[in-house]
């Protein structure tokens, strides 16, 4: 499913469900994640739908290392010549040279890194840039990095203060309206998940868009800002 959440910001629901990419359609384009492998043909034909091509596409923003976040980087980068930007922190997971970081429950990580990652992990990729916090992307008024670890030590949010809009990665999610943590599971840190709240405690958001569940586009601040007292008071 594809549907505009903003001015020039399009929701792409990727392959299986798996995740949410968003792309961002101005002078120059912008994906933000890719979703898992399967999920460029979607992705083009928005781009085409909108009356450009994919070679247009500049740049690649990547949340955190996961694979469902991930798994078209390589195949988009040599279809369109994008760059890619990832936070430092994860870089080495982008270009496998450090482990996949896996679940962490013993049981369920060796299933994970015997069955499942062969069949669903990514290609590596080396980032063109490495992003750090407050770094500043050019596209809706200005994108700033907002680093936010925990659920991956790399995790960011994209934040666009000119709209109000908050691109959130896997840092909240959007469960049936109610805005809450990653799941834990699969959360490196989860204390560490629960502080990084704070980053967000005084931004004006009006519309928050999700790795994970619907874009919000009313009562989204006061809903986050609830979340933030739950963890961080």
Not at 44 to 64: F, K, N, Y
Not at 120 to 140: K, R
Not at 164 to 182: E, K
């Amino acid at each position: 499913m594809v549907k505009q959440v903003a001015q020039s910001v399009y929701e792409i629901g990727t392959r299986f469900g798996a995740a949410n990419a968003f792309l961002i359609d101005e002078h120059d384009m912008m994906l933000i994640d890719t979703g898992p492998r399967g999920s460029s043909s979607k992705i083009e034909r928005l781009i085409r739908e909108l009356g450009r091509s994919p070679g247009e596409l500049s740049q690649i923003v990547i949340t955190h290392c996961h694979f469902d976040h991930t798994g078209e980087v390589a195949s988009l980068v040599e279809k369109t010549g994008a760059n890619v930007a990832i936070h430092e922190a994860d870089a080495d997971y982008l270009s496998k040279e450090a482990p996949y970081p896996g679940p962490n429950l013993k049981p369920i990580s060796w299933i994970w890194s015997k069955a499942l990652l062969p069949l669903l992990g990514s290609p590596s990729v080396n980032p063109d840039i490495q992003l750090t916090h407050n770094y500043e992307l050019g596209l809706l008024g200005g994108l700033r990095v907002i680093h936010a670890p925990g659920h991956t030590p790399g995790s960011i949010c994209l934040y666009s203060q000119e709209n109000r809009i908050l691109f959130a990665g896997d840092v909240i999610r959007n469960s049936r309206s109610n805005i809450t943590l990653p799941y834990r599971i699969f959360t490196a840190d989860w204390k560490q998940a629960q502080r990084s709240l704070a980053e967000f405690a005084k931004l004006e958001i009006d519309t928050i868009c999700f790795g994970h569940g619907e874009t919000i586009t009313h009562g989204a601040s006061d809903k986050l800002q609830e979340l933030i007292i739950r963890y961080t008071v």
